[in-house]
């Protein structure tokens, strides 16, 4: 047994009487170390179902938000997701353990490199790089699925353009303090929304989000 599985599997737990549903979100959330992924000041409170501060007044999402947007996309193999916000990297980890083939983007550079080097010594599908997510990663689209892990004032247009025809996406939109998740499917070239309440997320900071 590895150090924390029994925390892990505990959390596991939780996220299934929360109502999360999805088996491969569930097993993925099983293999991914959360503790490797928290600042190790935290690391005995990485499997509480707590955002926890990664640095530069970021945060690593609760889990239990990450397995209800992982869940929201309907992720699949081999699915193109790109993500918005890295962050410390478990989104993205969850994601890649799934087997979707994901393209992640930070502003934060020292964030990006200590994500990276995560992706690196665990083989991880990760494609990552710094900047500016709210105007979308053009080379690689369009994508299956686009998930947003910070709040947006509106959904931009730039990230609708790069999804597929029948692609999921997930996004906090709201103001600086509370947000609605959207959880959208393209069809027909126009977004269908749902709107789920209760989450909180930091600011998305760029072109199309917040200055
Ligand atoms: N997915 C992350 C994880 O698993 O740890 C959660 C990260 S945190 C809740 C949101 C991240 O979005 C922050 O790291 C923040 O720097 C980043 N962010 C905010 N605006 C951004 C933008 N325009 N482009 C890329 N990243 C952005």
């Known amino acids: 047994m590895g150090r924390f599985d029994t925390e892990r599997k505990e959390l596991i737990e939780l996220l299934r009487s929360k109502g999360i549903t999805d088996e491969n979100v569930l097993t993925a959330m099983m293999k991914v170390e959360r503790h490797l992924f928290v600042d190790q000041m935290f690391i005995n409170r990485a499997y509480e179902d707590n955002a926890l501060p990664i640095g530069s007044e970021q945060t690593i999402s609760q889990p239990y938000t990450v397995a209800f947007m992982?869940?929201?996309?309907?992720?699949?193999?081999?699915?193109k997701v790109l993500e918005i916000g890295t962050g410390s990297g478990y989104q993205a980890a969850v994601l890649a353990t799934i087997g979707c083939r994901v393209f992640t983007i930070e502003r934060h550079l020292s964030l990006l490199n200590s994500a990276r080097k995560l992706f690196d010594v665990?083989?991880?599908r990760v494609a990552a790089k710094g900047g500016d997510g709210t105007v979308g990663w053009s080379e690689h689209a369009p994508y299956?699925?686009?998930i947003v892990t910070a709040g947006a004032p509106s959904i931009p247009d730039a990230l609708v353009n790069q999804l597929n025809e029948g692609g999921r996406l997930a996004i906090p939109v709201g103001n600086k303090?509370?947000?609605?998740?959207?959880?959208?499917?393209?069809?027909?070239?126009?977004?269908?929304t749902e709107v789920i309440?209760?989450?909180?997320?930091?600011?998305?900071i760029g072109k199309n989000g917040w200055n």
């Open 70 to 79: 992982t869940q929201a996309l309907r992720p699949k193999k081999e699915m």
């Open 197 to 204: 309440d209760g989450f909180k997320f930091v600011p998305l």
């Open 144 to 146: 299956d699925a686009i």
């Open 177 to 192: 303090e509370a947000q609605q998740l959207i959880v959208g499917t393209k069809i027909s070239g126009k977004l269908q």
């Open 122 to 124: 665990q083989q991880l």
